[in-house]
């Protein structure tokens, strides 16, 4: 399995990113897949997760701000992120749910105040 997260940069407070990952070598559609996010000086935290079924869930810092999204077709899972925040800055990754020990290389999200 390959994880490829991309889409992240530098936003101010109140903005807006997108995130991508394509996930290679697996049999994508039928597993639950997962965003996580490890912010400077902390250990990586599980931010959000959408289901084979398309059910979704958040961490509740999140909740109304964040949408994930998948395309079985793509292989690819997005992570829509609005009203960002600056503790909502560090390195996003994707990675299946529950997280496998195969991280790819994650995407930098920075939010300026």
């Known amino acids: 399995v390959q994880l490829q997260a991309s889409g992240g940069g530098l936003v101010q407070a109140g903005g807006s990113l997108t995130l991508s990952c394509i996930v290679s070598?697996?049999?994508?559609?039928?597993?639950?897949m997962g965003w996580y996010r490890q912010a400077p000086g902390k250990q990586r935290e599980w931010v959000a997760t959408?289901?084979?079924?398309?059910?979704?869930n958040y961490v509740v810092s999140v909740k109304g701000r964040f949408t994930i999204s998948r395309d079985n077709a793509k292989n690819a899972v997005y992570l829509q992120m609005n009203s960002l925040k600056p503790e909502d800055t560090g390195v996003y990754y994707c990675?299946?749910?529950?997280?496998?020990?195969?991280w790819g290389q994650g995407t930098q999200v920075t939010v300026s105040s």
């Open positions: 959408i289901g084979s079924s398309y059910y979704t």
């Open positions: 990675n299946t749910f529950p997280a496998s020990d195969l």
């Open positions: 070598g697996s049999i994508f559609s039928i597993r639950a």
